[in-house]
Each structure stands twice: as C-alpha cells, then as structure tokens.
C-alpha cells in the first residue's frame, strides 16, 4: 500500500502494519506524514504545558509514543512483537531499553561523556533498539530533545538547521549516514550533525 513511497532508511509499511492504522482512509504515505504529523502537535503542546523530567524509564517512552500516534496507529505505546528489517530482535527491547535508561542515569551522574554525547548516544541507543513499529525516529528526536532541555537544561538539537527528516533529502542521507557511524560508535557525525 504505502512502501513505494517510503523515504531512504524509513521502516517500510507491510500489509499486516496498514491494518494497525486506526484512520481506514489514509491511501499514502503523505496522507499518514499529515495525520502524524497533527497528533505530535497535539503532543508537542501537552509536552510545553507539562515539561517532563522523569523521562528516562519505558513508563515514559510508551506514553510519549501514545502521545505521538494515539490517534494514528493502534498500536501505539505497545513495544513490537516482531522482528524488523532494522532493530534488537523484538523479545530484547525491555532488556535493552532498561539497559539504556541505566546507562545513561550513570552517564549524567557521574558526567561520563559530555551534556551532547550523553543525548547523541541516548538518541543513537533507541534508534538501534527500534522499540515501535512506527515512528521511533521522531520519538527518538523529540526524547532527546526533552533529555538535553528538560533534564540537562541545554539548548535543544538543531537537527542539521531543522530539516524535515522523514522525508529523501540530502540531510536525510547525511543523518542516516551519521547514525551509522554511531553505530560503530564513532559518534562525531552524529554530534556534528544535530548542532549544524
């Protein structure tokens, strides 16, 4: 249905993925980017009243991504019960989130790394984890940016000048790319990256 169309690096939508969708008119890919897109507005605006601090547990990233794509997908807040084309296999990603959130109390705490390679391998760490079946990297993004705002009261990630990400573009590219090299834990790219 919507795979023809998916953006560079983006988790293709299968069949059995279009019969989570709770909105049965979306056709394409543009359709559901537009109602995402309004339901993390929504979310956006409920973040700015709250400003959440305690954002380092899975209690948190599930209510995020209901926040996110309650209104788009209904399985939204629930961790995949499969195995993806990117991703830990799916019965590792309590394991590894838990892993994580420790890992990066302990960073904080003890100021491992500095303020930007704590949040970058915050944000590298749940990408690679790909707990959802949809849209971890714009939670991905949005949590680290609460993580660098909220908790370690930094500026916000410019996300290479505020691009759209979500769509091909050569930002995109040198996102993905960046993400990669983190991967291997170069993580340069990637800090470069979201303060360009």
């Given amino acids: 249905?919507?795979?023809?169309?998916?953006?560079?690096?983006?988790?293709?939508?299968?069949?059995?993925?279009?019969?989570?969708?709770?909105?049965?008119?979306?056709?394409?890919?543009e359709d559901l980017n537009r109602w995402e897109y309004q339901n993390i507005k929504e979310?956006?605006?409920?973040?700015?009243?709250?400003?959440?601090?305690?954002?380092?547990n899975q209690n948190f990233l599930r209510d995020l991504h209901v926040k996110m794509f309650g209104q788009v997908w209904k399985n939204a807040g629930y961790f995949r019960n499969r195995d993806m084309?990117?991703?830990?296999?799916?019965?590792?990603?309590?394991?590894?989130?838990?892993?994580?959130?420790e890992d990066v109390k302990l960073w904080i705490e003890n100021e491992t790394f500095s303020s930007d390679e704590i949040v970058v391998r915050f944000h590298q760490r749940i990408v690679f984890i790909h707990?959802?079946?949809?849209?971890?990297?714009?939670?991905?993004?949005?949590i680290t940016d609460l993580l660098i705002e909220n908790v370690l009261n930094k500026k916000r990630f410019s996300w290479g000048g505020g691009v759209d990400l979500i769509h091909k573009?050569?930002?995109?590219?040198?996102?993905?790319?960046?993400?990669?090299?983190a991967d291997s834990f170069n993580f340069e790219p990637l800090i470069n990256f979201v303060r360009s």
Avoid: C
Avoid at 10 to 24: G, H, K, M, V, Y
């Fill in 131 to 142: 707990p959802f079946t949809n849209g971890n990297g714009r939670l991905s993004r949005l």
């Fill in 85 to 101: 084309n990117i991703g830990v296999e799916w019965w590792d990603i309590t394991t590894g989130l838990r892993n994580m959130f």
């Fill in 43 to 56: 979310a956006l605006i409920w973040l700015e009243k709250t400003k959440p601090k305690n954002i380092l």
């Fill in 1 to 29: 249905m919507m795979q023809e169309n998916a953006p560079h690096g983006s988790t293709p939508i299968d069949p059995d993925e279009a019969r989570e969708l709770l909105l049965i008119h979306v056709n394409d890919r």
């Fill in 169 to 181: 573009s050569k930002m995109r590219k040198v996102y993905i790319r960046a993400l990669k090299d």
